[in-house]
Nanobody
Framework: QVQLVESGGGLAQAGGSLRLSCTAS????????MGWYRQAPEKQRELVAR???????NYADSVKGRFTVSRDNAKNTVNLQMNSLKPEDTAIYYC??????????WGQGTQVTVSS
């Protein structure tokens, strides 16, 4: 059973920055996909950014140019650098990984609040 430990998040002012990190328990394989989703109050969970084992990235249109996803395969870590934050970025952010057998694991979530 893969365990995910998220860190970062918290409170930021509009225009500010935050960094999220997520470390997966040690594995003998690399995750096909690592990334972040978010869920704002009364909204569905949505993809924020993800990165494949090969380094290809996908971003939600709303965060392109502001957020950067990266991974460190040696540490089984995925990071999300969030710059130029907006109040609409306020949500619970969830780490997500998918292994080579398409099994998915979610983190417990970390709150990000952006004040105007």
């Amino acid at each position: 059973q893969v365990q995910l430990v998220e860190s970062g998040g918290g409170l930021a002012q509009a225009g500010g920055s935050l960094r999220l990190s997520c470390t997966a328990s040690r594995t003998s394989f690399r995750f096909n996909i690592m990334g972040w989703y978010r869920q704002a109050p009364e909204k569905q969970r949505e993809l924020v950014a993800r990165i494949t084992n090969g380094g290809s990235t996908n971003y939600a249109d709303s965060v392109k140019g502001r957020f950067t996803v990266s991974r460190d395969n040696a540490k089984n870590t995925v990071n999300l650098q969030m710059n130029s934050l907006k109040p609409e970025d306020t949500a619970i952010y969830y780490c997500y990984v998918r292994d080579p057998w398409y099994r998915e694991t979610w983190g417990q979530g970390t709150q990000v609040t952006v004040s105007s």
